[in-house]
């Protein structure tokens, strides 16, 4: 019988999050993140091999809990309602996931995938985000009958650009979102796709 894990990924991976946002990345050793987590230094090398993967896995499991519930929305039959659910979802992750939308502003996935040496964790960076470019492309066709580089523009304005601007200045700050957030965001995602 296997022995029971102490200490969880999503634990360790917590606890570099953590580390990162209130001291900076350079503050994210591997000891210091055995020390804050509590796991041993030589299980989460096993784990994750390096600290660039680590904090390569942080981002990933970031993105993937943003893209679950906007992904979600873009597939709703109505292409405006999608737009508006999409944009929402933006809004909702940062309220709902502080931390993890955080995160999001604070790294670069070309940093990550440039500090990668394992070739697998860089084929997953790059491609990590194609659902959503897939989504995105799909609304506009659907929300504009085409996919040409205006219209692809306007949809990721509306459905990504607006609602990801509107909360990052409170994300960098730490703060929370304003309660009136979201209905500034609709109301100009709704200025967005109803432009002539």
């Not at 499991?61 to 979802?89: I, K, N, W």
């Not at 996931?97 to 070739?119: F, K, N």
């Not at 929370?176 to 979201?182: D, I, N, S, Y």
Request: with cysteine; hydrophobic share 45%; proline share 5%.
């Amino acid at each position: 019988m296997p022995r029971p894990t102490l200490h969880s990924t999503d634990a360790i991976l917590d606890s570099a999050r953590e580390l990162l946002l209130e001291q900076g990345a350079a503050s994210a050793t591997i000891e210091a993140i055995a020390s804050a987590s509590g796991a041993p230094t030589g299980s989460i090398y096993h784990r994750f091999g390096s600290r660039d993967a680590m904090l390569a896995r942080l981002w990933i499991r970031a993105v993937r809990r943003s893209q679950e519930d906007f992904l979600a929305a873009c597939a709703a039959r109505d292409p405006r309602l999608a737009v508006l659910g999409a944009a929402r979802s933006i809004i909702e992750f940062c309220r709902n996931h502080p931390a993890d939308a955080r995160l999001l502003v604070s790294l670069r996935r070309e940093d990550l995938i440039q500090a990668t040496e394992d070739d697998g964790l860089k084929a997953e960076l790059e491609e990590l985000n194609r659902p959503v470019e897939e989504a995105v492309v799909d609304l506009a066709r659907r929300l504009f009958g085409s996919a040409r580089r205006r219209k692809l523009d306007r949809t990721l304005l509306a459905t990504f650009d607006l609602p990801y601007g509107a909360a990052r200045r409170y994300l960098i700050m730490g703060t929370p979102l304003p309660g009136h957030l979201e209905a500034d965001v609709e109301a100009a995602v709704k200025a967005v796709i109803e432009l002539p």
